[in-house]
């Protein structure tokens, strides 16, 4: 009997003058632990004329992570951070009760040519935490846990598993693991896990129960505790997953919560422009969507 229990192919979502292939959420299945959303950004080649621009918009009741392969974004956000993102490195922003952020090609790269390949993330908060204070943290990537065995190189992203934890301040139990092998090699990987997994291949591919599967994938597996496979060489591999919430989560644009009403209040107060401004991106932003009319 497999232990893949559903398959969710990469989607093409519109962010805004730029494609992304979402994962998260899915149809049949809206979170994989606490994880509500991801989106793999790219790889995509920008010339000197575009650049990777999500004006300032707000979000409330979750975290977001982001990880780069690839590329540089400058993070500013309504409670004064402004940080440069390169890759291997982590930003960790809880929106709580509510943040505004922009996410914009660097001022020093903005007129050359530049990559861009990235995950972006967002993970629920625990219902007693969905109205905290926001806050950020930025991860460098020597502070992400590192470490290798029998020829498999892991890092623990964000987390606890594998008896390690990672520095980023996570509230709920969960994981996210990058797992890259140059050789062909069983793992079993069970015991290290938790709650619900999902298995993303961004390069190679995996083999379950005699099937093969290859990037763009995310493979959710009925027990985590059964997580075995074979890993393909020259693969790249992220586990997302933990322990699943008791409450259904509502998701709206770019807002999460436990009640539609949370939700409703957000809305208006975006629409009526009352959340805190970016620092030093005070100038535009993003408007709530409304459909066209027919």
Aim: aromatic residues 10%.
């Amino acid at each position: 009997m497999s232990n893949i229990n559903l398959i969710i192919e990469e989607r093409a979502a519109d962010i805004g003058k730029f494609l992304v292939g979402r994962l998260l959420p899915f149809r049949q299945k809206r979170m994989v632990g606490p994880f509500i959303y991801i989106d793999h950004m790219g790889p995509v080649k920008l010339n000197e004329r575009n650049n990777f621009d999500v004006l300032p918009h707000p979000h409330i009741g979750l975290s977001t992570l982001t990880f780069l392969f690839e590329g540089s974004i400058m993070h500013r956000d309504s409670i004064g951070t402004e940080v440069e993102i390169k890759p291997g490195a982590v930003n960790w922003m809880t929106a709580g009760r509510g943040i505004v952020h922009s996410e914009r090609t660097p001022a020093y790269i903005r007129h050359s040519e530049k990559n861009m390949h990235g995950l972006q993330i967002w993970v629920a908060l625990p219902k007693e935490l969905e109205q905290m204070e926001p806050s950020f943290y930025h991860i460098p990537e020597s502070g992400i846990p590192c470490w290798e065995t029998d020829g498999i190189q892991y890092k623990l992203i964000a987390g606890e598993a594998f008896n390690r934890k990672s520095g980023v301040p996570v509230y709920s139990p969960m994981y996210m693991i990058e797992i890259k092998s140059s050789q062909k090699q069983e793992l079993i990987i069970g015991k290290h896990l938790y709650g619900e997994s999902g298995l993303y291949i961004l390069e190679g591919a995996i083999e379950s129960d005699g099937n093969i599967y290859g990037p763009r994938q995310m493979l959710v597996t009925k027990d985590s505790q059964l997580c075995t496979f074979t890993i393909e060489a020259n693969s790249t591999i992220y586990i997302f997953g933990g322990e699943p919430f008791p409450e259904e989560r509502f998701i709206d644009w770019n807002f999460v919560a436990t009640s539609r009403e949370l939700i409703a209040e957000a809305k208006q107060k975006w629409k009526d422009q009352l959340f805190e401004k970016v620092k030093g991106d005070e100038t535009e932003f993003v408007p709530y969507p409304t459909l066209p009319k027919k």
